[in-house]
Structure formats: C-alpha cells, structure tokens
T-cell receptor
C-alpha cells in the first residue's frame, strides 16, 4: 500500500482564491511527522510546513495551513490568497518514528498547482 | 551558509560508464539521503545514512553505492550506468532522524544516460 497518496495530479486556482491540496497517509506508528514541500519550475525543493502526529492544533505558516484529520489519516495543505508565484509542484511527505528503525521521509507523487489570473 | 551542495548540476553518460554524484552539507546534519525523481513517481529513496560509517538501502538501491566517511559528505556512485537511471537526483539532509526534523535539499543533478 502507498504510504502517501496525493490523488490530484493537477489543480487550477484563480489568483487570490484559496486552494486545498489533498494528502492521505498510511502508517501504524503512533509517532510520525507530516511535511509539505514546494517544487517550482526551477527545480529546488522548498520546505513549507510541518505537522506532528501528537499536535492538537493545525500547523500554520503564513498563507499555508495544514488541515490535519488524524482519524481520517489526512493532512491537506491549504493555501490562502493564492499568488502567481504559488504555481509549482507540491509534495506531501511523512517521516515515521518506529523505534529501532531509521526515520526515513516518504513522498507522495505530487500535485501540480497552476494559479491563473 | 552553503547548506546542501550537489555537483554536478547536469551530466550525460553513456551506458556502462560509472560516475559519482557529490553531496556535501555544512550544517552538521546527522542524517543524509539520496532520492531520485521521475515524472509521475514523486521522490524515491535510494540510500540513506544516519551518521558517519553507517549507510542503508532505501526503496530503489540497485545500481547505486554510497559511503559516508565523514559527517559532511555523502557521495552516490553509479557503478555501470543504464538508461533507466536517467533521472533527477536529489541529496537531502536533516539535523536528526527525529520525526519532526525536515529534510534540506540540494539543488539536484539532472542525469541523462544514453
């Protein structure tokens, strides 16, 4: 089974609107971290936001927020007031914390977001 | 502060050739890793290291070797390049292996094998 599933290969959003990028995950660990990265057309990977499995509040970083629903195993990224510069590929990732194993980061297949005028 | 430095940025190889992708970080990070990125497949883990002298295989290790003789460096070796290894390669590191430790990425190496 896929550990990280991003079901939206591509999304469009109008400038200044909000958009939600979906991410579901699969783990049997109690301790894990969820991350979102942005990859613009220039290719670099930019860390956006982090949510811990024990965090009771949703993480926020500026215009980015993470809608964390633990029972549903979902960690959707919400971008408010979209800007043209938000056009990029977005990856959801998980770091599991099983005792005795190295904590690797597993990525989803990504969602390409296009912001339009 | 340079962060994670990868070289080269671009490389073209012929089938059967070998080469080393270099990765260095100056942040005293404990954890280092190599990923390959292919269209529609996200980033897949090749090898990783939790400290000097310690390496392990990731999801797609065949055809690649790594070593970690120092905390700073984590080179990736292609033993005998194949067209299936055409990809974009990323080196990434984190301060710890804790679940709250984000990865910091290099700028990537675009490799073409003909």
């Amino acid at each position: 089974a896929q550990k990280i599933t991003q079901t939206q290969p591509g999304m469009f959003v109008q400038e200044k609107e909000a958009v939600t990028l979906d991410c579901t995950y699969d783990t049997s660990d109690q301790s894990y971290g969820l991350f979102w990265y942005k990859q613009p057309s220039s290719g670099e990977m930019i860390f956006l936001i982090y949510q811990g499995s024990y965090d009771e509040q949703n993480a926020t970083e500026g215009r980015y927020s993470l809608n964390f629903q633990k029972a549903r195993k979902s960690a959707n990224l919400v971008i408010s007031a979209s800007q043209l510069g938000d056009s990029a590929m977005y990856f959801c990732a998980m770091r599991e914390g099983r005792t005795g194993t190295a904590s690797k980061l597993t990525f989803g297949t990504g969602t390409r977001l296009q912001v339009t005028l | 502060n340079a962060g994670v430095t990868q070289t080269p940025k671009f490389q073209v190889l012929k089938t059967g050739q070998s080469m080393t992708l270099q990765c260095a970080q100056d942040m005293n990070h404990e954890y280092m890793s190599w990923y390959r990125q292919d269209p529609g497949m996200g980033l897949r883990l090749i090898h990783y290291s939790v400290g000097a002298g310690i390496t392990d295989q990731g999801e797609v290790p065949n055809g690649y070797n790594v070593s970690r003789s120092t905390t700073e460096d984590f080179p990736l070796r292609l033993l005998s390049a194949a067209p299936s290894q055409t990809s974009v390669y990323f080196c990434a590191s984190s301060y710890t292996t804790r679940t709250d430790s984000p990865l910091h990425f290099g700028n990537g190496t675009r490799l073409t094998v003909t």
